[in-house]
Nanobody, 116 residues
Framework: QVQLVESGGGLVQAGGSLRLSCTTR??????MGWFRQAPGKAREFVAA????????NYAESVKGRFTISRDNAKNTVYLQMNSLKPEDTAVYYC???????????WGQGTQVTVSS
């Protein structure tokens, strides 16, 4: 069974930074991604990285502020979040893809709160 463990969430002021981490036992997935869900809203895509090759893609709302990266040796994916805004407040989920845009494996989520 694939297990994903997120960490690094917390409370930060607007303009601040946080780094989320997601560790999994194996790194044999097609890609790893980050999603988020704000209260009363649907879950939305944030960023993803291909584990083979390292290509990345981002939601328009986070481009230029967030960076996704991977450490294959540690089976860990990171989401560096800079210039945070109150609208970034959400539960952030790590997910593993078995194919393009197919994410069957999810972590438990970590809360990110950005105060104004």
């Amino acid at each position: 069974q694939v297990q994903l463990v997120e960490s690094g969430g917390g409370l930060v002021q607007a303009g601040g930074s946080l780094r989320l981490s997601c560790t999994t036992r194996t790194f044999s997935h097609y890609a790893m991604g980050w999603f988020r869900q704000a209260p009363g809203k649907a879950r939305e895509f944030v960023a993803a990285v291909r584990l083979n090759g390292g290509s990345t893609n981002y939601a328009e709302s986070v481009k230029g502020r967030f960076t996704i990266s991977r450490d294959n040796a540690k089976n860990t994916v990171y989401l560096q979040m800079n210039s945070l805004k109150p609208e970034d407040t959400a539960v952030y989920y790590c997910a593993a893809a078995s194919a393009p845009n197919l994410y069957p494996y999810w972590g438990q989520g970590t809360q990110v709160t950005v105060s104004s």
